[in-house]
């Protein structure tokens, strides 16, 4: 069996019975230009010709996305398809997904909602004036999405900046779940380390039981990242360091590093990144309400 038939046979069918859609994107799509790039994946703002209408177009690498796929399948793990999850989701604060299928030479495709503004990571790194104030409002609509996520029964596993957009009116849309897995106990078994490497949870990194906490510390990451613009672990350029750092180094003060933060907003931000689980904010809607119980939200 060939790879593209191997790819087609591990994909053709979402659910068991329904064939996914095959098209040729030459002729459904007029790309406009690329917008992103993953190690897995590369997305382009094009016009479907089919919906009418601009979209970002999602196209997977069918090889890494084969081995990728493997890896659950050697656990006899059956992972539901990237596409499948995505247009299962339906929240304002989750980038909607209108399709998903291959292509004519076997990429895994999705067709999702166009969105007119910034990445978070932009903002951040610019101290983008759009960020004035709206600090706390946008930490709150991304534990929006973390709730609705977590209660679809999915763990995202890569919530960083990076994947958190923010729209021109100021709505958040967390996107790309390529290391999304269903929240059930045979998915959460001691496993490799996936995610970005600065927002890895402890008990990922040590190969531990994972939860929906693992979500929550990476939430944390970026909130401590959003109000200090900084990392609460000094970056290195060597992975295995910034891991060692994770476990075995406390976390940098809010505080310290943003001196004229309210003393109230750096104790939420220290507790959302605590080492142990236990300690941290039991939920999304927790982490929210604890932002919402601060005098000073304008940030």
């Not at 004519?104 to 503004?117: C, F, K």
């Not at 967390?174 to 380390?193: A, K, S, V």
């Not at 750092?245 to 931000?269: F, G, M, Q, S, Y």
Request: charged share 30%; with cysteine.
């Amino acid at each position: 069996m060939g790879l593209l038939d191997g790819f087609k046979k591990l994909f053709a069918k979402g659910d068991g019975s329904k064939r996914r859609k095959v098209i040729t994107l030459a002729k459904r799509f007029d790309l406009q230009g690329r917008t992103g790039q993953g190690s897995m994946s590369k997305v382009w703002k094009a016009y479907d010709r089919e919906l009418g209408r601009i979209v970002a177009l999602k196209v997977l690498d069918k090889a890494k996305t084969i081995k990728f796929e493997e890896k659950f399948k050697l656990q006899g793990l059956k992972k539901p398809p990237e596409g499948e999850i995505c247009e299962s989701l339906r929240h304002d604060n989750i980038a909607k997904t209108f399709e998903h299928g291959l292509t004519n030479i076997g990429e895994p495709y999705l067709v999702l909602e166009w969105i007119e503004g910034l990445g978070l990571n932009y903002l951040i790194e610019n101290k983008h004036q759009q960020l004035l104030g709206n600090r706390i409002n946008f930490v709150g609509q991304l534990c929006d999405a973390i709730d609705y996520l977590h209660g679809q029964k999915y763990l995202h596993r890569d919530i960083c900046p990076r994947n958190v957009m923010i729209s021109n009116e100021g709505i958040v849309k967390l996107i790309d779940f390529g290391l999304t897995i269903p929240y059930t106990p045979p998915f959460c078994q001691p496993g490799n380390r996936t995610g970005t490497v600065d927002y890895l949870a402890p008990e990922v990194i040590k190969r531990s039981t994972t939860d929906h906490r693992v979500d929550m510390f990476a939430l944390g990451v970026t909130a401590f990242e959003l109000f200090t613009g900084l990392l609460p672990w000094e970056k290195s350029t060597a992975s295995e360091e910034t891991l060692r750092r994770h476990l075995n180094t406390p976390p940098r003060n809010a505080k310290d590093l943003r001196p004229d933060l309210d003393d109230e907003i750096c104790r939420v931000l220290m507790k959302s990144i605590e080492r142990d689980k236990m300690k941290r904010y039991a939920s999304a809607k927790d982490f929210k309400e604890a932002l919402a119980k601060l005098l000073k939200q304008d940030y």
